[in-house]
């Protein structure tokens, strides 16, 4: 077994408590937050058009992403 495959268990479980953290933290702190989440009432539904800004346009700020997913603004990606 390589090196890094005995660590990567650790590794994972580590990503996914440090991606609750910040969920947690959004929660408590990002009034922005909780109005997108509030306005698409579920977190699947809200992850579902994170990706999708992602994926098809340029985000500059996490503050940019959740003004975009609350006012339906879409910034496309430059040619």
């Not at 495959?5 to 947690?24: C, G, K, R, S, Y």
């Not at 909780?34 to 579902?48: C, I, P, T």
């Not at 985000?59 to 339906?72: K, P």
Request: charged share 20%.
């Amino acid at each position: 077994m390589l090196l890094y495959q005995e660590h990567l268990t650790e590794v994972f479980v580590h990503l996914v408590m440090l991606a609750f953290l910040v969920d947690q933290i959004q929660q408590l702190c990002c009034p922005l937050f909780n109005a997108v989440w509030k306005k698409w009432k579920s977190k699947r539904s809200l992850w579902e058009k994170v990706r999708f800004r992602f994926h098809g346009f340029i985000i500059n700020t996490m503050e940019d992403l959740y003004r975009s997913i609350l006012e339906h603004k879409q910034v496309p990606l430059p040619l």
